[in-house]
T-cell receptor
Framework: DVKVTQSSRYLVKRTGEKVFLECVQD?????MFWYRQDPGLGLRLIYF???????EKGDIPEGYSVSREKKERFSLILESASTNQTSMYLC????????????FGPGTRLTVT | GENVEQHPSTLSVQEGDSAVIKCTYS??????FPWYKQELGKGPQLIID?????GEKKDQRIAVTLNKTAKHFSLHITETQPEDSAVYFC????????????FGKGMKLTVNP
């Protein structure tokens, strides 16, 4: 079974802090994704990566950056957390970029106070 | 860009009834349509998908239909059970150019015993 793990289930940070969300997948997938999930808005793509050290912006990249130094690990970085970044963050991976199943992690609920 | 609309946003049914979730998409180039189920406290999980060269696909109690002309696709769940209670997301993906998987806003299904 594909397993996507996220470093924290719950995280509370203060405004202005630098926040790292880590995601690891164990299926040697080329592609990894970061989504944000908010009530009434569904899932929105923040960034994705189709190879090590490669990244592409999604629909809502502002205020976020990513890092993919190793194939199995994809990090989401909030350079200076703000209250409007309070959300559920979901990481996913897939064998191909699109048109195939994406495997999701359990999510990290981030609260910025 | 692609826009995916999902209706209704909530649905409550009695155990044993059928449930139908409808989605429309805007980009006629979309050719992959997955459905994800998200249970409480978990990440979304693919339950069924359909490609644009197929009009219908079934897997036990669930089926998906696609109408390319009208640009809508639907998820049908028959003989619903309490464990079907979850949030369901539809999505659409294009190929070529700016590939992207765009999700609907989700529908919360409650199956009452």
């Amino acid at each position: 079974d594909v397993k996507v793990t996220q470093s924290s289930r719950y995280l509370v940070k203060r405004t202005g802090e630098k926040v790292f969300l880590e995601c690891v997948q164990d299926m040697d997938h080329e592609n990894m994704f970061w989504y944000r999930q908010d009530p009434g808005l569904g899932l929105r793509l923040i960034y994705f990566s189709y190879d090590v050290k490669m990244k592409e912006k999604g629909d809502i990249p502002e205020g976020y950056s990513v890092s993919r130094e190793k194939k199995e690990r994809f990090s989401l970085i909030l350079e200076s957390a703000s209250t409007n970044q309070t959300s559920m963050y979901l990481c996913a991976s897939s064998l191909q970029v699109w048109s195939v199943e994406q495997y999701f992690g359990p999510g990290t609920r981030l609260t910025v106070t | 860009g692609e826009n995916v609309e999902q209706h209704p946003s909530t649905l409550s049914v009695q155990e044993g009834d059928s449930a139908v979730i409808k989605c429309t998409y805007s980009d006629s180039a979309s050719n992959y349509f997955p459905w994800y189920k998200q249970e409480l406290g978990k990440g979304p999980q693919l339950i069924i998908d359909i490609r644009s060269n197929v009009g219908e696909k079934k897997d036990q109690r669930i089926a998906v239909t696609l109408n390319k002309t009208a640009k809508h696709f639907s998820l049908h769940i028959t003989e619903t059970q309490p464990e079907d209670s979850a949030v369901y997301f539809c999505a659409a993906s294009t190929q070529g150019g700016s590939e992207k998987l765009v999700f609907g806003k989700g529908m919360k299904l409650t199956v009452n015993p």
